[in-house]
């Protein structure tokens, strides 16, 4: 998974999931960060960065649909 550090917005989008509400196309290209390192990810939380809520929250209802899906197939 590839993420995108927005520096201006200091949150964290995931590349696959970002869409118009993110708002960090409005962010200069320079404020803007790709990676695929976990644990720089979690050393920018530490400094106030936040995930943000439109493109990890879906992951979360995929999740849940999986896991029921798996739940009730039987
Ligand atoms: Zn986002």
Redesign the pocket.
């Known amino acids: 998974m590839k993420y995108i550090v927005d520096h201006t917005k200091k949150?964290v989008?995931?590349t696959a999931?970002?869409?118009d509400?993110?708002g960090?196309r409005e962010t200069p290209m320079d404020e803007r960060e790709g990676t695929y390192d976990e644990s720089y990810l979690k050393n920018l939380e530490k400094q106030g960065y936040v995930k943000?809520?439109?493109?990890?929250k879906p992951s979360f209802q995929y999740l849940n649909s999986v896991l029921l899906g798996k739940l009730f197939k039987k």
């Not at 943000?52 to 990890?56: L, P, R």
Request: net charge neutral; proline share 0%; hydrophobic share 30%.
């Open positions: 949150n989008h995931r999931f970002a869409k509400e993110c960090f943000c809520e439109h493109c990890f």
